[in-house]
């Protein structure tokens, strides 16, 4: 059997994670679901990762006809900026996306502009290129609870806000595995160490950060008594009681900080420094060392979480 390419990752129930080379290695991943020579893609990455899902399907045997679904989580463009030009490669498939993203990804010009704002115009060219939209006809909106067969095989969607209002969690049966897309946080191979259970924590990303509705959301998640959670950001993790409980006690102390600094001078560099002091405190607290070398992994997630709280703080009630 030829060796598959270094970026594509069994992980068994014909499930690969595909690193799609963007920001640094296994930062983001799209995945491929293979199912009696029928297969799915959950996540897409940006338009640079396109060469990398082709190449994950003919490593596999299969051709672009074979591919039914493309199912972005939610349409934030290291998931979905990919999507467009992807479609133009695969005859058969149809994009399955949260009904609060469709319009977005079949004219992505608003996304675009929302992620310019974030990111500017270098960080655009160099990370996501021009993103492209897919045809209306092509487009379908998933629904709360609804299930979809690849090939047999059922895959059902549920409406997960909270890290956006556009976002929904897949759970295949088979795997007894929820994919997440941004869900249920971030998780960075690099803290990985023997014995320990996984690093995790929630991600605050511009622009609908909602903690309320994300703790409702992961709580439904748990109530399919998960195996294991196939994060974007990144990859399978397992030992989900244990993290769940990481994730929702960070999740309690983001509010709590935005609370305390919600009027705070200079918020944004009050916000990020205590992020830091968080995540520091939590490596140290489950093993790790919370050095400046850990922390510089979570720079951008710093930022990130940053500007997403002080979104979500100018949005809510006073005192909320």
């Known amino acids: 059997m030829t060796a598959l390419p270094d970026y594509l990752e069994p992980l068994g129930d014909g499930i690969y994670a595909i690193d799609t080379g963007f920001q640094r290695p296994r930062f983001d991943a799209a995945y491929l679901m293979v199912e009696a020579g029928r297969a799915c893609f959950i996540d897409t990455g940006t338009n640079h990762a396109v060469p990398r899902l ?28 990919g999507v467009g030009l992807l479609m133009q490669s695969l005859p058969q498939a149809r994009v399955l996306v949260h009904p609060r993203g469709a319009r977005h990804l079949i004219d992505p010009r608003m996304l675009y502009a929302g992620a310019l704002a974030v990111y ?11 993103v492209i939209g897919v045809d209306a006809e092509r487009v379908s909106t998933s629904e709360d609870g609804m299930v979809l067969h690849l090939a ?5 969607l549920i409406d997960t806000p909270g890290h ?17 897309g941004d869900t249920f946080g971030i998780s960075f191979r690099e803290f990985d160490l ?27 998640l748990l109530q399919s008594q998960p195996q294991c959670m196939y994060l974007t950001h990144y990859g399978r993790v397992t030992e989900v009681p244990a993290l769940a409980d990481e994730f929702l006690l960070q999740l309690q102390q983001m509010e709590a900080m935005g609370a305390e600094l919600r ?3 200079d918020r944004h560099e009050a916000l990020k420094a205590a992020l ?3 995540y520091a405190e939590r490596l140290r607290a489950t093993g790790r060392q919370g050095d400046d ?18 979104v979500w703080l100018d949005r809510s009630k006073e005192g909320a």
């Not at 082709?54 to 900026?81: F, K, M, R, S």
């Not at 990303?205 to 909602?210: I, L, R, S």
Request: glycine content about 10%; proline content about 8%.
């Open 194 to 220: 023997p014995g320990r259970t996984a690093f995790l924590f929630p991600t605050a990303t511009p622009v609908q950060f909602e903690p309320g509705p994300l703790r409702e959301s992961v709580q439904r």
């Open 164 to 180: 956006a209002r556009h976002h929904h969690c897949i759970w295949d049966e088979r795997s007894s595995g929820w994919f997440t």
């Open 263 to 265: 009027h705070a001078p």
């Open 54 to 81: 082709l190449g994950a399907l003919q490593a596999l045997g299969l051709g672009p006809e074979a591919v039914d679904h493309v199912i972005p989580t939610h349409v934030h463009l290291d998931h979905a900026g």
């Open 276 to 278: 830091r002091r968080m």
């Open 152 to 156: 047999g095989r059922p895959l059902r």
């Open 120 to 130: 500017g115009q270098e960080e655009m060219d160099r990370s996501y290129g021009q």
């Open 293 to 310: 070398a850990e922390l510089d992994l979570l720079k951008l997630d710093v930022e990130l979480n940053a500007q997403g709280m002080a």
